[in-house]
């Protein structure tokens, strides 16, 4: 859907109330397909991101993981390695 939204299920540490936050602003501007909602938008958009960020955070917080917990930056230097081997960025 977004690339700017990552997965949050099942790291260590746990996805942080401000990662949760810009996932959901990502989503929200991704529907609203705006960045910055004009004023007359602006509380409804704030008020989709506050409550897909409190959906999300009890979504995290039910979901039972059946494997060990991710370690973010292993996955975070996969990610770049992928991201190097793809040509996207330079080494």
Do not use: W
């Amino acid at each position: 859907m977004c690339r700017n939204i990552h997965t949050l299920h099942n790291f260590e540490p746990a996805a942080t109330s401000d990662e949760v936050q810009a996932a959901a602003l990502q989503y929200v501007r991704k529907i609203a397909g705006t960045t910055k909602p004009s004023k007359a938008n602006q509380e409804a958009f704030d008020r989709a991101v506050a409550e897909i960020a409190h959906a999300t955070q009890h979504l995290l917080a039910d979901l039972v993981a059946v494997r060990p917990p991710k370690n973010r930056e292993e996955e975070a230097e996969k990610a770049r390695a992928r991201a190097i081997a793809s040509g996207r960025y330079a080494a």
